[in-house]
């Protein structure tokens, strides 16, 4: 005797069933997934500025002695007149001492011919066409960062996770939390032990104040930050910087 198969299709209250339990699922997994891939994104970031630390302070360090920035001339004033004397990543892709010859079509190559006698060595970085632009120039937080401070348009830059370009920001003169007492050291030297490597991170905006050494993890809203020189980034203590 031949035994026949019943199909039985879902009953109405059983597809409500199942659709109850998808959409509560939906409600835990979309969320994890979004969480995820902004963390994905972060760490990815940290770890673009720990490679750049590295070739700052292991690369560029070693052959200039000083950090990535315009050069001056011997009374102290910036060769390219168009910009401020500050750390600059320009200078990973840019011989500082050849930028402002106009007639020079091979900045992204190394140079025989350096005023300083320094021995830039670069590019130490491939140029991708990743470009910096100024957005604002206001210093009352109104903008999102991006002040001729670090650049000017169409400077080669390196971008974060987000797509944007990340800044090299030294401390102000007379920072807000400057040590009284100095010790060995002078101010420019604890300026620069505070060098920061800033993401902008997920708003694009650059939070980091710039008039604190050791800004706290409050003020940074949601900027990913690496200092250069210190491994101690959230710690009081200040730490020695051996000059040379």
Request: proline fraction near 7%.
């Amino acid at each position: 005797m031949c035994c026949s198969t019943i199909h039985r299709g879902l009953t109405l209250l059983e597809l409500l069933i199942v659709m109850t339990i998808l959409v509560a699922l939906g409600t835990i997994i979309v969320p994890t997934m979004g969480y995820l891939g902004r963390r994905s994104q972060s760490l990815a970031a940290r770890e673009n500025l720990y490679r750049l630390q590295d070739l700052i302070v292991n690369r560029y360090w070693s052959d200039m002695g000083e950090l990535p920035r315009p050069a001056v001339d011997v009374d102290g004033n910036v060769i390219e007149p168009d910009r401020l004397d500050h750390p600059q990543l320009r200078y990973l892709f840019v011989n500082p001492d050849r930028a402002a010859d106009t007639n020079d079509p091979f900045i992204y190559q190394k140079s025989v011919n350096m005023l300083s006698g320094r021995t830039w060595q670069g590019p130490y970085l491939s140029h991708t066409g990743a470009r910096y632009t100024v957005t604002d120039t206001g210093t009352d937080g109104s903008g999102t960062g991006f002040t001729d401070r670090y650049g000017l348009d169409d400077d080669p830059a390196v971008l974060d996770a987000w797509g944007r370009p990340i800044v090299l920001q030294l401390p102000d003169q007379n920072a807000d939390d400057l040590p009284n007492e100095l010790g060995e050291f002078t101010e420019d030297q604890i300026r620069r032990l505070h060098a920061r490597l800033v993401s902008a991170g997920p708003n694009g905006r650059i939070e980091t104040p710039t008039n604190v050494l050791m800004p706290e993890a409050d003020q940074r809203g949601d900027d990913i930050v690496v200092f250069l020189f210190r491994h101690d980034e959230y710690g009081p203590d200040f730490l020695n910087l051996e000059d040379e």
